[in-house]
Nanobody, 131 residues
Framework: QLVESGGGLVQSGGSLRLTCTIS???????????LGWFRQAPGKEREAVSC????????YYADSVKGRFTISRDNAKNTVYLQMNSLNPEDTAVYFC???????????????????????WGQGNQVTVSS
């Protein structure tokens, strides 16, 4: 089970931090998991925002969020975060947390473009950025 929190309404240029608490996966175990954030705007396909591996912290960012968003994980707390800075209206979407065993050759292939390799998903959390 994945439970997201931290979304909401923010003005353009503002910041939010999303949190995803994970149960059913033990991130501090010897296994390697892929953890990710994805978003879906109205009328658009789900897209990968950022992903990270639980074991070594390798990360992937979509070009649209590079330099603005930071993904991190706390394996001891079974939690993954997405710090979002310099938000703009184009970031408005429902944000989903995803997790699964790391089965791709690298984090980019595991994550992009839509996270199809992920089998566990959160319920989604609305992020709205006003201009």
């Amino acid at each position: 089970q994945l439970v997201e929190s931290g979304g909401g309404l923010v003005q353009s240029g503002g910041s939010l931090r999303l949190t995803c608490t994970i149960s059913g996966f033990t991130l501090y175990s010897s296994g390697n998991y892929a953890l990710g954030w994805f978003r879906q705007a109205p009328g658009k396909e789900r897209e990968a925002v950022s992903c990270i591996s639980s074991r070594d912290g390798d990360s992937y960012y979509a070009d649209s969020v590079k330099g603005r968003f930071t993904i991190s994980r706390d394996n001891a707390k079974n939690t993954v975060y997405l710090q979002m800075n310099s938000l703009n209206p184009e970031d408005t979407a429902v944000y989903f947390c995803g997790a699964d065993y790391f089965i791709a050759v690298d984090i980019r292939n595991m994550c992009a473009p839509t996270g199809v390799e992920f089998g566990s998903w959160g319920q989604g959390n609305q992020v709205t950025v006003s201009s």
